[in-house]
């Protein structure tokens, strides 16, 4: 693939902002006790994992049909991610005001690109 115009997918910024929040979930995931991954931590980290997952995997579709498909399951894996596990850590008292801090700010930008690559990919489509 050494065509110009193609970006790999570790280059692509929604996938990169997606890997930033997996990694600092697993953090947050790796202080939790043994109840607490079991209770929330466990679907917390997975809906955050599934976030890169699913743009990697509609990234690596063909028809910008399938890829917008796997782009909203994204983007519904992290409203899961953040405003339901996330809040729900924080509101509970298990996660830091600076960890909820972190993970505010970047799902906030990645809310917007994700938005953004799903339009765009769809604009694609009507060409």
């Known amino acids: 693939m050494n065509d110009r115009n193609f970006i790999t997918l ?20 790796c202080d939790l006790t043994f109840e607490q991954k079991k209770i929330m931590g466990d679907q917390f980290i997975r809906s955050m994992d599934s976030i890169g997952a699913n743009i990697a995997e509609g990234y690596g579709r063909y028809h910008a049909m399938d890829q917008v498909k796997f782009y909203l399951y994204s ?45 765009s990919t769809r604009k694609s489509i009507k060409k």
Do not use: C, P
């Open 75 to 119: 983007r519904g894996s992290m409203f899961e991610a953040y405003y339901h596990w996330t809040s729900l850590l924080f509101e509970r008292k298990i996660i830091s005001e600076a960890d909820f801090g972190y993970i505010n700010t970047h799902s906030k930008d990645l809310e917007v690109r994700l938005n953004n690559f799903i339009s």
């Open 10 to 29: 570790k280059d692509l910024k929604v996938y990169q902002l997606a890997r930033v929040l997996s990694s600092k979930a697993w953090d947050v995931y």
